[in-house]
């Protein structure tokens, strides 16, 4: 198989899965005050440290969680839902998190916040926290953070992003973005799935949304997923690495990006115009169904994805393509292109062959360019 759905999931990176095979002897309880308890303590320690450096937060401002969206649920609940604002193309994950009763921040046909509408909204003094993405998990495109958190302090309201995808896909450092919250995920970043990590600024004290034991501080009660932490942390330490094979990535993407839009009419790419991702590829074939081409790929032994790929197998149309105008028969024939550090330059030809094949048989456009350039 080739797998080109990084967004979704990437492979347990060796490292992570080493560091948890030799810390699988340790059974203590980090809040335990006997040796076995200490000594998972203090391995703890180390990951909090390791990790803190990795992304640039504090020590203190990691709140180890089960994942990303339980930290995007802790943050948003930090204020009542009629005083949050998200942008329309979060994640579901925010958006079920803020509620109906929150403001969505509408987007430009580029897929980036519209800034003018979100400083029209904070105008109104009633929204105390806004939440921004820093990367699309759908189309790639990143977000204007620093101008977002700008506005947003002006009129005294709160930031919490999204850099689930961001992180070892582009320089990444938490202290430097200006916000005040942001999530974390360790399987998007090649640590084990199951794990996430909410990044506070120093001095914002949050309230627990899981309350009994004492855990993190007092803001996330519950015994910590020890292994899950050290695979974490593991996964950390080799982000510059990642961060270097990104231009590769880059560059076979864009090579597969010219050939559709050099050969494929009836296809758009999402966001094309707008700062991305180097490893995001948005497409749509129109008049094609997104389970129709995520079929035929897997067929032909290619894993993608139609979109969000956390929805529990379930396809629908897009919420992030149609807040950038796309109507719901578009929004609904996308998929992502997303690949990763096992991922080739032949991987990319492949995966163009077989796109391009299926283009041909839906739009019966002959092609005059050999189906490996």
């Excluded at 961001?166 to 938490?174: L, M, N």
């Excluded at 807040?323 to 929004?331: K, V």
Aim: charged share 15%; glycine share 8%; aromatic share 4%.
């Amino acid at each position: 198989m080739t797998y080109l759905d990084h967004n979704a999931t990437t492979p347990l990176k060796p490292q992570a899965a080493a560091r948890m095979a030799h810390m699988a002897g340790l059974w203590g309880n980090a809040s335990s005050v006997h040796r076995y308890g200490r000594e998972v303590r203090q391995h703890m320690m180390a990951a909090r440290h390791t990790l803190s450096g990795a992304v640039g937060a504090t020590p203190a401002g990691i709140v180890f969680c089960s994942g990303a969206t339980e930290a995007l649920h802790l943050a948003l609940a930090q204020c009542a839902p009629t005083q949050v604002a998200y942008t329309a193309i979060e994640h579901d994950a925010v958006r079920a998190a803020a509620g109906t009763q929150a403001t969505v921040i509408p987007a430009t046909p580029d897929g980036v916040v519209h800034l003018i509408a979100l400083e029209k909204i904070l105008q109104q003094g009633s929204i105390k926290l806004v939440a921004c993405m820093l990367a699309n998990n759908e189309t790639g495109v990143l977000q204007p953070v620093a101008d977002v958190a700008a506005l947003a302090k002006k009129y005294g309201a709160m930031v919490v992003v999204d850099a689930v995808q961001a992180v070892g896909k582009i320089p990444f450092h938490f202290g430097s973005l200006g916000v005040d919250m942001a999530a974390i995920s360790a399987h998007k970043m090649g640590g084990p799935a199951g794990m996430g990590a909410l990044l506070v600024r120093e001095g914002l004290d949050i309230r627990p949304i899981l309350r009994g034991g004492g855990q993190e501080m007092n803001r996330r009660a519950g015994t910590e997923n020890f292994l899950g932490i050290m695979g974490f942390a593991a996964a950390a330490e080799t982000l510059e690495a990642d961060l270097a094979f990104q231009q590769n990535l880059s560059a076979w993407k864009n090579a597969f990006e010219e050939k559709i839009v050099a050969h494929a009419p009836h296809a758009t790419i999402a966001g094309r115009r707008a700062p991305r991702l180097p490893n995001t590829t948005c497409v749509i074939m129109k008049n094609t169904p997104s389970e129709t081409q995520v079929v035929t790929m897997d067929l032909e032994g290619i894993a993608i994805s139609a979109g969000a790929a956390c929805s529990s197998g379930r396809v629908k149309p897009s919420h992030v393509l149609q807040a950038m105008g796309f109507d719901a028969a578009d929004a609904a024939s996308a998929i992502r292109i997303s690949s990763g550090r096992t991922t080739t330059e032949a991987d990319y030809v492949q995966a163009w062959q077989v796109w391009l094949s299926l283009y041909q048989r839906k739009h019966s456009t002959p092609s005059t360019t050999p189906l490996a350039a």
